[in-house]
Structures are given as structure tokens and as C-alpha cells.
């Protein structure tokens, strides 16, 4: 089995095949070599399949043999190699997962730089990339760079591998849906440096507005500046129109890839690049995160422009979602308000709410029932557990590009970013003689930039571009719930009634809330199929009793509640047997390798342009459910035998029956949503109920 391939020579063009092979970046990196003949630096990829092996097993076998080989082509390409101390090639690590995740996952620079300061010809040229090496390196793997070029290359693979079980990737793909056991390829790519001189820069371009839809090029550069300093919002960026004054053929020469590319893909693209010394290369493409309000315009534009192969039927499919609920602009505001600041208009749409400066406090003012502002200097991709609880995102520092910028708008977040007046420190704010301290109240407006003190009412209307796709949708026959009309809610599932042996017990409490690790109330009473006032009871009795703590809204185990835990454990193992309770997770193996298939499916499709499903589709989404459905009569089969040997397990039938029931009915949420009692959830919590009861850890299950 091959786990390194060229980029120019894939072994599948089928979009998905590729996806899944060597993820998004090297799948769309391939692309613009065969299909667009575009400038790309010349590397090779290692698959997703090798990242799932490592991270079961460690260093795949041979790995280091087809490393070897690829980089000897890459040497053959570029005319130079890996390791010379005078004229060394250097390369970048790059991760890219089937599913894009912008500013998520790890990248490392300049890999293959000796110590030497002479060695690239020019003293402070080779003191800036290594520079920007030991900072790249030391950030993801941790350590100190290896003098070994070798060295440097393979811990930096690992680390990058290791990056995918990271807390923010996690907390990303829950927010975004993403199945966990996709794992990372890894693009290894000759350097190409945006810091050799004012002729020279670094670059992320949108081919229309992310924001507002605008068909323009949009984006930020950097000039003589290398890697992430444009999305990592700590450079004062410039706007990409300054190219046209600048450098005005490589201008006229982006223009025209974006437009080969978004005819291409035929949506918005977000488009890496550099520029070495007056030459345009091409890093990266992908399908934009875009605001909602950009979609619906982005969508109405292509169809009604005969150059692109967009159907009025298929625009409005692609946003359907969107037209359910359609975001409004602010439509009257009194003249009399003044903004206390104004930074860039990033993501469109008014929030309100308390100033908070830690992510962290912004999740738990979530919990308690509170949207916060979160206002940073910049963030990154370790704030993502707060920004996906924020009302809104205000940033001091960054561009339309940054991190905050990205990611607010794919998550249709109100953000405003780069309000340079704003400084921020530990749990308050300054502009000029202001000081506003986390608690107080402002307002942000994602479509003009303007931030204000206090609450600030105005009125707002559908955006026009919403009006025109309804308006196609009555045309066309497609059934949509409209702004005003009655929305047919979900058919309500009615919880079943428990027995009188399974009502709430301090036990049962423990047990669920061990299995959980850290449990609100409403999650307690959905496992435990109880409501919540009995539940809230019980606990309360564990609280005072000091087995369980609360911490920010949720419920954990002390220490003491860890022993009693395990002493349940422990008398269900003696009750059940080992060797029994083995065999039902031996059994359950081959259900949950049909689950894992199912949500996947459910959450990835394989259209030309995009790899997220998006839920426009009804048939599709209902055959995945057909098959969530014929899943779930085998697990009830499999459960069966098991309730007389520990009739608890009994529960998660019934939990899952739930579940589908309730995804059928219409609400997406139950099929993997974390943020409901999701039939992917409840799974999960099976899945690790029985590896406890078999006496074997996740990590053996991996290793199995």
C-alpha cells in the first residue's frame, strides 16, 4: 500500500476518492496542477490512511523509504537538495484534513534549513527564515529544532499527525459536525518565500466578498513577509487592491486565477498565494466560509450570469438551509448614537451583549444562559471553544482575512475586526479615556464595522437576495418554510415511561456522570430518561455528600465520586464476567464500524465543489436516515441478550430509539449534534460504557 504520492501524480481524480486519500489542500493543490495548469511549488502528500496508522500504532513501517523517494523526485524538480549546507531545498508541512478547517490544524516552515547563516547566500535573509523555522517548530512540535534535516522533517510529520487529536481541532469538529476518525494527510511542498524584498509577499484572497457577496477580488497581503502573517491578525495588513500599484501584472495575473478558479469550483474561493521576487504562486484553494447574507448573494449572482453552469434550481437548493431562517440587515439606527469605535466590517449582522475577554468566560456565561461579546486582541484557533459561543467577535488587531474574520463567517457569526483604537487587556477595554470592564454592555455592527456602548435597538428587514431566491422557490415548486409562515416543528417524541427498578438513584447519577466526564443537568435527566427536577435532586444529594461538583453549569466527579464510580464498576464486571462483557463489545465492533460509515455519510457528501453536506438534499439525507434506521434494528437485536445480564444497558435502546425518532421527525440536530441528547452521542457513550465493562481502555480499542 502506497502512503506517498506526488501532487502531480495522484492515483484517483474522483473528488471524493482524492478527498478522503490525501484531504482537502492536496486534493484541491492537485487540481490546479492538472486541471487549471496553475503555478504550484512542486511536493508530494502523505495519506490520511498513514495518519489513522500512526496515531493507532505509531511510525508506520517503510514510511521513511517513501519519504526518501518523493523527496528525491522533489530534489530532481527543484535542482536542489534536501540538506545541502550551501543551496539547501526547503520545504513546508502542511496538515490537510478530507473536510477544510480553516486556521485549525498545524503548519511548519523552512524545514531542511541548517544552522549556517550563510547558507542560503544572503545573511539576513537566512536568519529570517530561520527565525520563523525555530518559531514554526518549536509552536507545534515542542521541542528544539534538530540540526538533522531528516530529524527536523520526520518530527515535524508526527506533529502534525498528533495535531489532529488537538483540543481545538476537537472542539472545531464538534462545532462543524466533523466525524473524528477522518484523520490528516500531510503536503509536504518546496518553499517559495514571500520575504525576499519589497517585490516579494504573502497573501490570502477571496474571489468575491466573503462578507457581503460583492463580486470583487477581496483579501489582505503582506509585503516581504512570509507564512501565516496574514491570517494570524498580528500584522497590519494591506488590502489587495494596493497589487494594482504594486505589482500590477502579478494583479491582472491573480485576478484571472480566481476567475479560472471559481468558474471552476463554481462558488466563492478562498485562495492562499505568494509572490517570490515578482512571481505568483499558487498555496492553496478551497470553497470559502462565506456569511450566510454572502451566500444567498454569491448564489443569486451565478445563477442569473450565463457564464456559470449554476441552475436557478440548483441556487436555491444550495441555500435552503439559509432561506428556513434569512438573515436581516439594520435597516434604521438613531442618528443621535455615536460608535464608541469602528474597525472592519468582518461578518454582517448586530450582537449585543456583555464584554468578555477570555474565551473561556464567554463559554461559561453560555452556560449560565448569558451571549457574550468576545473582544481580543486577536484571537487563534485555541479561542474557538469561546468564539463558538459568542453573540458576537470584536478584535483590535487583524484583517478581513484573520482568523476571527474566517471563522465568524463561516459560522455566521456578527463580527467586527482590526478596530485599532481598542486596546485590550485582562478583563477590560480601553479607547482613549474609556475604560470598559468584562460585564459591560456593547453593541456591534458586523456590516459597518461600528462597535457602541450599551444596547442599541434598531430595526432590520430579509435581505433582498432572500426575497429573490423565495421567489424562485415558488416558481420552481420547492417546499420551504418562509419568514412569517408557520414552521411545521418537529413531531414531538414523548419519553418513554421507566420502569419503577430504573428510577433515579445517587448510583445511576455517578455512573452517567462518570461515563459523561462532565455533564449539564439536561444532559443527566436525558441519559437517566428522567426529568430534570428528580434528577437536580439527586445530584444535589451527591453535592453535599461531595462525590460530584459543579463547574461552569456542569457536573464532574470528585475524587471520592471517581472511587465510588469505580467501585460500581467493579461489582458490574464481577456481576457480568469479563470474558461475557467482552463478547458484546466484540459484537458491537461490527455495528459500530457501520455507525461510523453512516455519520460520516451523513455529515461529508461528494458534490464537485464542496464536501460538507449541507442538508439541501431531502432524498439524500433521507436514505442516509434508511440506513441510520436499518443500524439501529440490529443494534436493538444485539441489546436484547444483554438486558437480563445488566438491565441498565436497556436504557440506551430506548435513548437511541429517541433519537431516530426524532431525526426522522425532521430536527437534523439528532442525528450527531453534541449539543442534544444525538444519536451519535448517545452511541459514544455506549461505545465507552462497554470498553469500561470489558476491563479495556480507548486506547486498546485503537490498538486493537
Not at 487549471?36 to 495519506?47: E, H
Request: net charge negative.
Amino acid at each position: 500500500m502506497n502512503r506517498v504520492f506526488a501532487l502531480d501524480a495522484l492515483p484517483t481524480t474522483d473528488p471524493a476518492e482524492t478527498k478522503a486519500l490525501v484531504g482537502g489542500k492536496a486534493a484541491n493543490l492537485a487540481r490546479m496542477i492538472r486541471e487549471l495548469r496553475l503555478p504550484v511549488p512542486p511536493g508530494f502528500v502523505i495519506t490520511t490512511a498513514t495518519c489513522r496508522d500512526y496515531l493507532a500504532g505509531g511510525w508506520p513501517e517503510g514510511l521513511d523509504d517513501e519519504i526518501r523517494e518523493a523527496m528525491g523526485r522533489l530534489e530532481a524538480a527543484v535542482g536542489r537538495r534536501f540538506g545541502d549546507p550551501v543551496d539547501p531545498l526547503l520545504v513546508s508541512v502542511r496538515s490537510g484534513a478530507p473536510v477544510s478547517m480553516p486556521g485549525m490544524m498545524d503548519t511548519i516552515l523552512n524545514i531542511g534549513l541548517p544552522r549556517d547563516a550563510t547558507a542560503l547566500g544572503d545573511p539576513a535573509f537566512t536568519a529570517s527564515c530561520r527565525q520563523r523555522l525555530e518559531a514554526t517548530f518549536r509552536a507545534t512540535v515542542g521541542v528544539d529544532v534538530p540540526d538533522d534535516p531528516w530529524a527536523q522533517l520526520r518530527e515535524a510529520v508526527e506533529a502534525v499527525f498528533r495535531s489532529w487529536n488537538s483540543d481545538r481541532e476537537r472542539t472545531y469538529r464538534a462545532k462543524e459536525r466533523i466525524p473524528d476518525d477522518l484523520g490528516t494527510a500531510v503536503t509536504v511542498q518546496a518553499m517559495v518565500f514571500g520575504n525576499r524584498g519589497r517585490n516579494s509577499a504573502t497573501g490570502v484572497a477571496f474571489t468575491r466578498n466573503p462578507a457581503t457577496g460583492e463580486p470583487a477580488l477581496y483579501g489582505d497581503v503582506l509585503f516581504d513577509a512570509q507564512g501565516e502573517d496574514v491570517v494570524a491578525g498580528t500584522h497590519a495588513t494591506q488590502p489587495i487592491a494596493v497589487l494594482d500599484e504594486r505589482l500590477p501584472a502579478v494583479a491582472t495575473q491573480l485576478r484571472e486565477y480566481a476567475r479560472r478558479l471559481e468558474h471552476h469550483f463554481t462558488d466563492l474561493c478562498d485562495i492562499e498565494f505568494t509572490i517570490e521576487d515578482g512571481r505568483l504562486w499558487m498555496l492553496q484553494v478551497r470553497v470559502g466560509k462565506r456569511s450566510p447574507q454572502a451566500a444567498l448573494r454569491i448564489a443569486v449572482d451565478m445563477a442569473e450570469d450565463a457564464a456559470f453552469p449554476l441552475t436557478r434550481q440548483e441556487a436555491v437548493q444550495r441555500v435552503l438551509p439559509i432561506l428556513a431562517d434569512p438573515p436581516r440587515v439594520a435597516t434604521a439606527r438613531s442618528s443621535f448614537v455615536r460608535p464608541l469605535v469602528t474597525g472592519l466590517p468582518a461578518s454582517p449582522g448586530m450582537a449585543s451583549g456583555p464584554i468578555m475577554t477570555s474565551p473561556e468566560a464567554v463559554a461559561a456565561a453560555a452556560e449560565s444562559g448569558s451571549a457574550a461579546i468576545l473582544v481580543r486582541a486577536e484571537t487563534s484557533p485555541d479561542d474557538v471553544h469561546g468564539m463558538a459561543r459568542a453573540a458576537g467577535i470584536l478584535t483590535s488587531r487583524g484583517g478581513l482575512a484573520s482568523h476571527a474574520a474566517v471563522v465568524a463567517r463561516g459560522w455566521g457569526i456578527p463580527a467586527v475586526v482590526g478596530a485599532e483604537a481598542l486596546e485590550v487587556r485582562d478583563g477590560e477595554v480601553v479607547v482613549g479615556e474609556r475604560v470598559l470592564r468584562a460585564g459591560d454592555v456593547i453593541t456591534i455592527d458586523g456590516s459597518s464595522g461600528e462597535v457602541f456602548e450599551g444596547a442599541i435597538a434598531g430595526t432590520s428587514e430579509v435581505v433582498p437576495e432572500a426575497r429573490t431566491l423565495l421567489a424562485w422557490a415558488r416558481e420552481l415548486g420547492v417546499p420551504i418554510n418562509e419568514p412569517g409562515e408557520d414552521a411545521a416543528p418537529p413531531v414531538p417524541v414523548a419519553a418513554p415511561p421507566v420502569p419503577a427498578a430504573r428510577q433515579v438513584t445517587p448510583d445511576r447519577c455517578l455512573h452517567a456522570i462518570s461515563i459523561k466526564g462532565f455533564a449539564q443537568l439536561a444532559g443527566l435527566a436525558d441519559a437517566l430518561l428522567a426529568p430534570p427536577d428528580e434528577v437536580q435532586r439527586v445530584v444535589g444529594q451527591l453535592a453535599t455528600e461531595a462525590l460530584v461538583v459543579a463547574t461552569a453549569g456542569a457536573y464532574r466527579l470528585t475524587d471520592a465520586g471517581t472511587s465510588r464510580a469505580a467501585e460500581l464498576l467493579a461489582a458490574e464486571q464481577s456481576s457480568w464476567g469479563l470474558d461475557a462483557a467482552r463478547a458484546a463489545l466484540e459484537a458491537f465492533a461490527v455495528l459500530d464500524h457501520r455507525m461510523k460509515e453512516t455519520v460520516t455519510a451523513w455529515q461529508l457528501r461528494d458534490p464537485a465543489a464542496q464536501v460538507m453536506n449541507d442538508h439541501t438534499d431531502a432524498e439524500y439525507d433521507r436514505g442516509v436516515l434508511e440506513r441510520l434506521a436499518a443500524l439501529h434494528a440490529d443494534v436493538l437485536n444485539w441489546l436484547e441478550p444483554l438486558k437480563s445480564d445488566l438491565p441498565r444497558l436497556a436504557d440506551y435502546g430506548v435513548r437511541l430509539g429517541r433519537a431516530l425518532e426524532q431525526a426522522q421527525a425532521g430536527d437534523q440536530r439528532f442525528v450527531a449534534s453534541p449539543r442534544v441528547d444525538s444519536y451519535h452521542g448517545i452511541w459514544f457513550e455506549l461505545h465507552e460504557d462497554l470498553i469500561r465493562l470489558a476491563g479495556r481502555t480507548r486506547a486498546d480499542e485503537v490498538d486493537g
